[in-house]
């Protein structure tokens, strides 16, 4: 298929593109490299030997998606452009639902005004708010903390109404656990601007030497070393969750992509320094405000109906993570 991927510049984006292609199938990429970089562009092309179509622009912007539209036989668009940051939407909402709902209302507006009614929406697992048993499964309560996880709540919501007034819409809701990792090579990651709010691209830093110290956001949770418990999956493992979402549509469906196993912030700091062979320092500090003691998913669904399963372990995202930031460190020298 041909398949527009919104923010495919981004860290789940460029790992989903180069899935795709390695499926076969053609990709376009839009994106406003406003949390993204243009080498990612010729990362790409480097992994896969194909250059896909790019065109550089805001989702917002009709014009635009009328071009590519108009230019491109766009069969299905995978939806990953939107602000992510849980902090920044606490502090900047406006911001926030006019970017990612507008973005997404827009394209949908000009995909159905081309007949193009294939939509795979980038979700996250914030949309059960603090869930009241584990692992999580689908039918599980809704509810939202903060406006960034409100606006994925909210275009949930468009979607479900969407395909209520036209049931020719095929339209699959990707709910995200926890992703982390890198592909192999080490040439695509994670690369946040300024200091990581995540668990992850922190830890890497703090092993790499380019941050002190690891604050571990409280130790008294109710969890098996009172640490937080999170489902990382492998940012991989998910961009091959988008492939077998495309190839598996069938009127609105919703499922979550993660592992099943809950493991908490002292194992993963624990997995990464053994494997690989690394210390690093933390303290335990208080809370962080707005956190959960413990999240997982219950996969069954996407095994079940997709074909789709987690394969890379705990330790497999701890070594790929950090030959990541190895290699980009050297990059970057090279580059100086
Ligand atoms: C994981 C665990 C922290 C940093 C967020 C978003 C979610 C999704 C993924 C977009 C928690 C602890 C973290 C640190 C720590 N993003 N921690 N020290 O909060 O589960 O999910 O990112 O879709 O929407 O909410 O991920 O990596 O920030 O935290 O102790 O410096 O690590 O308390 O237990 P989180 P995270």
């Known amino acids: 298929m041909k398949v527009l991927v919104t923010g495919g510049c981004g860290y789940i984006g460029s790992h989903t593109v180069c899935e795709l292609l390695y499926a076969n199938h053609e990709v376009v990429i839009l994106d406003d490299f406003s949390n993204s970089k243009k080498d990612v562009l010729q990362k790409i092309e480097t992994l896969t030997g194909q250059k896909p ?132 090579t080490g040439l695509l990651g994670e690369n946040p601007q300024g200091i990581p709010n995540n668990l992850m691209p922190y830890i890497v830093r703090v092993a790499n030497g380019i941050l002190p110290c690891l604050s571990v956001f409280g130790d008294d949770y109710g969890t098996p070393d009172g640490t937080g418990v999170r489902d990382y999956i492998h940012v991989v493992d998910l961009a091959k969750g988008h492939v077998k979402a495309l190839e598996h549509f069938s009127g609105l469906r919703i499922y979550n992509l993660g592992t099943g196993h809950g493991y908490s912030v002292l194992d993963l700091v624990k997995t990464f320094e053994k494997v690989n062979g690394v210390k690093v320092p933390y303290k ?53």
């Not at 209302?105 to 914030?126: P, R």
């Not at 599980?140 to 395909?163: A, C, R, V, W």
């Not at 335990?284 to 789709?308: F, N």
């Not at 070594?319 to 290699?327: L, P």
Request: glycine share 4%.
């Open 284 to 336: 335990i500090v208080e809370r962080r405000k707005g956190d959960i003691a413990a999240c997982y998913a219950d996969p069954t669904k996407a095994q079940q109906e997709l074909g789709w399963t987690a394969e890379e372990t705990l330790e497999d995202m701890c070594r790929d993570s950090y030959q990541y930031i190895i290699q980009e460190a050297k990059r970057e020298k090279s580059l100086k």
């Open 53 to 184: 179509r790019f065109y550089e622009g805001k989702v917002q912007d009709k014009a635009l998606l009328k071009e590519i539209f108009e230019s491109q036989k766009i069969e299905a668009v995978i939806h990953f452009a939107g602000y992510k940051a849980v902090g920044e939407s606490v502090e900047k909402p406006l911001m926030y639902y006019e970017n990612n709902l507008e973005s997404t209302l827009h394209l949908l507006e000009i995909m159905q005004e081309f007949s193009c009614k294939n939509f795979v929406f980038s979700s996250s697992a914030t949309v059960y708010g603090s869930p009241k048993s584990l692992p999580i499964k689908e039918d599980f309560p809704l509810s939202t903390t903060n406006p960034y996880g409100t606006t994925k709540l909210m275009i949930e919501q468009i979607l479900k109404d969407l395909s209520k007034s036209d049931p020719t819409w095929n339209i699959t809701i990707l709910r995200y656990f926890n992703p982390i990792g890198n592909e192999k």
